[in-house]
């Protein structure tokens, strides 16, 4: 490696930063735009749509950051090759937190959205709560102020443990303190366990509280995953684009793209996994409280969207990453992460559309899935565009490998493989 | 070749972490592990040993005569407590079996080289703890001559099992699950069973280790494909790890008694198997070394990173714990949510809190250094654990069980005498099976732990 090489972004990132705000902007507008319409059009209260619409966006990529923290502490526990090359994408993905709080404003004033009887979150009407016991007795929990107390509390946890660990980051590239490694390590278990708790409750409040009459254990973990996912998705996609430009095509080794891929079958498995038994034990038990969930969601065409889901979240991607070729080779590994990121938009519309309808009114049909679909999808480009933008700002203003760390020289050099 | 992976060390990383004490060579390290099998004279402690787990296995096999012959209403279960010792042992033993598959394949695929010593140990471990957790269901079928009636064969009774019922399941996967695992063992086991055929000084015992070592001439065809088998063995057993549990869970999950419908059962059940498998490995592994001075091949960072995974396992687990308590509220479900205050403060509460003393509290000691670093420590904590999952098992059973929807029908649950005579005649049985194991088949395999010495890195420097 030569030892005064920085590693900085490539310009293709500048230039990639101007079209991605300005697409998502573009997208964000018309998502508003098609959002109103549409939801006015079905009959779900047009405004309330437009905030149902931007929450896919601002769940994705909210869960794209939260994610990466995650990742980030796992790759200082383990160590190894893959998790150096891939450490600052991951930190530059956290270092989005801040702007994800700001992407949590809209959420908030959703809260404070009713129209004709409609509200994004059915608690947060006090004429439905009132005749209604079960929301009676989820109050103390679902209401508006602790609502927005606990979403400060995540963000605040996410970005202190992410500032930490971004920071001593830093400070590696520069001092090389053999003791920052170790420090790292050490805070990683504690990250792991509070994103674990705090990421549970986030998924709770902002997912599971659209349906408030309905509940599940495990939603925590299907959310967890799901973020998991979603988050080395983006990375790999963004390593692969990264790989076709100075300084970057030397430094990442088909060995690199191979743990990738081996990770992010183990997610996309273990998704299905979370996902299946959750589906499983509620249809086995068809309990009133529960059922309702998939009852909505297996009528009125949206069988259709489920069965895509196990086809292409799982099946497809399975699939096609047993292959180690695949696995090895960037361009066929992108199509693969590509893939999954669309796949987590499209399970975020099949997990939050039907809460369209959770009041228990006429049953949701096939024409349903264009009302929802396309504003959703729009407004996930959206929002996704313009965090992309902060992203990749974020991404400009570090070497884009830990210069600092000792392991760091090995790990880019073009090994021989050991398997 | 790890480099990256030892925490302890922060500025040699290019040393071969300590799996393996220095000074080892291929000749002293097939000394000394075949030597524990071919040698002449058993060490007086390990007869002891021996005889108190035969006396153990004679108790539980008088317990199965006398069960046989009067029915399972020796055991305490009945109305409306009809699951108890039987099942929450079987779930205990059947956890207990997933450590040494999560050792022996899915650390193998990972490339975790501290796998080596412990493997051949853990799995043994899994074959024994399977064939205990087999015990319990057979026998509850209360005529278990009759047990061949669970698999679907052509019959003149014209009717099959039922394919719905994750009972059903279990039998399959339970199993599959056993057969897997022993012939991964033996697999495993067969090019050290030639070098102790090679090695032994008796006729008797060049005769039965040839036999069982099926021809193993170590000719470099053997290795290749006894290395694609090997490989292809570790792939089928990684989902095991993750499907037997997963069925374990859904023989409650299906169900719709409060406490045992949550979806989150399977991860929370998978994560507690390997929890009670890392602290039976950890209560084993830790005498055995000692006993028999094995602390060159079964290092403190073996221990560590055992401690460390039951650590990680432990806190799935109360994570479990915390999902299942907070939801019960949240669901606004008046059933749901006596079942979670019966825990906390109904007559079995005194065991719910023990619960999580063992499994929640107690393991967190593993975050401190110096605790990771005794073994004492390590192995007073895994005994919390044993008995923490084995607790959680009973609270998840009969406690669920004996107040349901109908206050009518609540009743209280106590096990019998032979409730507990089975139990720990079991644990005798696979003591007995382990002492057995110790003094016949090299706790250790020789011929991975070869690759672990200096002598075998050569290539490396090359």
Not at chain 1, 83 to 93: I, K, Q
Not at chain 1, 241 to 259: G, K, S, T
Not at chain 2, 85 to 113: C, E, K, M, P, Y
Not at chain 2, 222 to 244: D, F, K, N, Q
Request: aromatic share 16%.
């Amino acid at each position: 490696m030569d030892a005064t090489h920085r590693y900085t972004a490539p310009d293709a990132v500048a230039r990639y930063r101007g079209r991605a705000l300005l697409a998502g902007a573009d997208f964000l507008v018309a998502g508003v735009v098609l959002a109103y319409t549409l939801g006015s059009y079905a009959g779900y209260g047009g405004f309330v749509q437009v905030f149902r619409s931007y929450l896919v966006g601002f769940f994705f990529c909210t869960g794209i950051a939260v994610g990466s923290l995650a990742w980030l502490s796992l790759g200082h526990m383990t160590g190894g090759a893959w998790a150096l090359t891939s450490r600052r994408l991951f930190e530059a993905a956290t270092r989005t937190l801040p702007f994800c709080l700001v992407l949590f404003i809209p959420v908030v004033v959703s809260l404070f959205v009713h129209e004709g009887g409609r509200s994004l979150y059915e608690w947060t009407d006090a004429a439905r709560v009132a005749g209604d016991e079960a929301l009676k007795h989820k109050q103390p929990y679902l209401n508006i102020p602790f609502f927005v107390v606990r979403g400060v509390i995540y963000f605040a946890a996410w970005f202190f443990l992410a500032n930490l660990l971004n920071r001593w980051s830093a400070e590696q590239d520069t001092t090389g303190d053999p003791r920052l490694r170790r420090k790292m390590q050490d805070i990683s278990g504690v990250v792991i366990l509070v994103v674990g708790l705090t990421a549970t409750f986030a998924a709770f409040d902002w997912g599971m509280s659209l349906e408030p009459h309905w509940f599940s254990t495990i939603y925590g973990l299907i959310v967890l995953s799901g973020w998991g996912l979603s988050a080395l998705a983006f990375v790999i996609t963004v390593a692969t684009f990264l790989r076709h430009h100075e300084p970057m095509n030397d430094a990442y080794q088909p060995l690199h793209f191979h743990d990738w891929g081996k990770l992010l079958l183990t997610l996309v498995m273990l998704y299905a996994y979370f996902a299946f038994s959750q589906f499983l034990i509620t249809w086995a038990g068809n309990l009133p409280e529960e059922i309702p969930f998939y009852l909505r969601r297996l009528h009125g065409g949206w069988q259709a969207v489920g069965l895509a889901i196990i086809l292409f979240h799982f099946a497809l991607p399975f699939a096609l990453l047993l292959s180690r070729q695949r696995k090895r080779e960037p361009s066929r590994l992108r199509r693969v992460a590509i893939l999954m990121l669309f796949m987590r938009v499209f399970d975020l519309v099949f997990f939050f559309a039907p809460s369209v309808h959770a009041g228990g009114e006429a049953e949701f049909g096939a024409r349903d899935l264009l009302t929802n679909f396309v504003p959703m999808f729009s407004m996930a480009l959206g929002v996704g565009g313009i965090w992309l933008w902060y992203y990749f700002g974020q991404l400009q203003t570090r070497p884009l490998l830990p210069l600092g760390a000792p392991e760091l020289e090995e790990a880019i050099a073009a090994a021989a493989e050991h398997h | 070749m790890e480099r990256f992976d030892d925490p302890y060390d922060d500025t040699r990383i290019h040393v071969t972490p300590a799996v393996i004490e220095p000074g080892h060579t291929f000749d002293s390290v097939t000394d000394k592990i075949s030597a524990l099998v071919l040698r002449k004279r058993t060490p007086l402690g390990w007869w002891v040993g021996l005889a108190a787990s035969f006396v153990l296995t004679n108790m539980m096999l008088g317990t199965i005569i006398y069960l046989v012959f009067t029915g399972i209403g020796i055991w305490g279960n009945n109305q409306p407590v009809g699951w108890a010792f039987d099942i929450i042992n079987f779930v205990w033993w059947i956890g207990i079996g997933h450590a040494g598959t999560l050792i022996s394949a899915i650390l193998l695929l990972l490339r975790q080289q501290w796998r080596t010593s412990i493997n051949r140990f853990a799995e043994a471990m899994t074959l024994f703890a399977v064939a205990c957790a087999g015990l319990f269901p057979l026998l509850h079928t209360g005529r278990p001559w009759l047990a061949y009636w669970l698999f679907p064969y052509p019959n003149t009774m014209g009717i099959q099992p039922q394919f719905r019922s994750p009972l059903m399941w279990d039998v399959f996967a339970v199993s599959t699950y056993a057969t897997v695992s022993a012939l991964f063992w033996y697999t495993g086991l067969v090019p050290d069973l030639a070098t102790l055929r090679d090695r032994a000084r008796s006729k008797f015992g060049r005769v039965v280790f040839g036999m069982m070592s099926l021809g193993w001439r170590g000719s470099a065809r053997h290795w290749a494909r006894y290395e694609v088998v090997y490989l292809l063995l570790a792939g089928i057993s990684t989902p095991l790890v993750l499907s037997v549990h997963t069925i374990v869970s859904f023989d409650f999950a299906i169900g719709i008694i409060p406490g045992w419908h949550t979806p989150i059962f399977p991860p929370y059940f998978v994560a507690g198997a390997i929890y009670a498998g890392f602290a039976m490995v950890l209560t084993l592994i830790i005498p055995l070394r000692k006993f028999y001075g094995l602390e060159d091949f079964i290092t403190d960072r073996h221990l560590r990173n055992a401690g460390k995974v039951m650590l990680a396992t432990g806190l799935l687990v109360a994570y479990g714990y915390m999902s299942e308590a907070f939801i019960a509220w949240y669901s606004a479900n008046k059933y749901e949510q006596f079942m979670m205050l019966n825990r906390f403060v109904g007559p079995y509460a005194f065991y719910y809190w023990s619960l999580i003393t063992c499994n929640v509290i107690v393991p967190q000691l593993i975050w401190i250094r110096r605790v990771r670093h005794s073994h004492v420590m390590l192995f007073v904590v895994a005994m919390f654990v044993n008995v923490g999952m084995w607790l959680e098992r009973f609270i998840i059973i009969p406690i669920s069980l004996h107040r349901d929807f109908l206050p009518s029908s609540w009743g209280m649950y106590a096990p019998t005498i032979f409730d507990f005579t089975m139990f720990f005649g079991t644990i005798g049985f696979f003591f007995f099976l382990m002492f057995l194991f110790i003094r016949f088949l090299p706790v250790i395999s020789i011929f991975e732990m070869r690759t672990m010495v200096p002598e075998a890195q050569i290539k490396e420097e090359a």
